[in-house]
T-cell receptor, first 116, second 113 residues
């Protein structure tokens, strides 16, 4: 079974609007971390936001927020006020247990296109 | 500014060649990783290392080996390149415990002909 599922291969959003990228995960470990990364066409993976399984509040970083619904095993990324520079591929990832952040399982990614 | 640097952005190699992909990080991180990225498959872990001269297999180690002689450098080796190893290769580093992110290099797009 896939541990990280991103069901949206591609998404379009109008500039200045908000967009939600979906991510569901599967783990039996009570301790885990969830990440979102952005990959522009240049290829480098850029860390956006992190949510720990024991964190009480949803993570936020500037225009990025993570809608964490633990019971549903859902960790959707919300980007507010989209910008043209947000056009990229977005990956959801998870580490299980106390293993370090780099050893993660990644989803297949969602390509976001922001329209002017 | 923290940096993970991969030696090449693009490489073209012939089938059967021995290929070295180099990665250097300047953050004094204990852990380093090699991932492979293919369309529709996301990122898959090939090998990782949590200390000098230590290595662990990831999910798809077949056809690859690694070397870590110094803390800052992690090399991925394709002993005999094959066309099915044509892919994007990403190196990453992170702290040993905890930490909220991994830092990635810019990627190496390898084509084996």
């Amino acid at each position: 079974a896939q541990k990280i599922t991103q069901t949206q291969p591609g998404m379009f959003v109008q500039e200045k609007e908000a967009v939600t990228l979906d991510c569901t995960y599967d783990t039996s470990d009570p301790s885990y971390g969830l990440f979102w990364y952005k990959q522009p066409s240049s290829g480098e993976m850029i860390f956006l936001i992190y949510q720990g399984s024991y964190d009480q509040q949803n993570a936020t970083e500037g225009r990025y927020s993570l809608n964490f619904q633990k019971a549903r095993k859902s960790a959707n990324l919300v980007i507010s006020a989209s910008q043209l520079g947000d056009s990229a591929m977005y990956f959801c990832a998870m580490r299980e247990g106390y293993t370090n952040a780099g050893k993660s399982t990644f989803g297949d990614g969602t390509t976001l296109t922001v329209k002017p | 500014d923290v940096k993970v640097t991969q030696s090449s952005r693009y490489l073209v190699k012939r089938t059967g060649e021995k290929v070295f992909l180099e990665c250097v990080q300047d953050m004094d991180h204990e852990n380093m990783f090699w991932y492979r990225q293919d369309p529709g498959l996301g990122l898959r872990l090939i090998y990782f290392s949590y200390d000098v001269k230590m290595k662990e297999k990831g999910d798809i180690p077949e056809g690859y080996s690694v070397s870590r002689e110094k803390k800052e450098r992690f090399s991925l080796i394709l002993e005999s390149a094959s066309t099915n190893q044509t892919s994007m290769y990403l190196c990453a580093s992170s702290l040993l415990r905890g930490g909220t992110e991994a830092f990635f290099g810019q990627g190496t797009r390898l084509t084996v002909v």
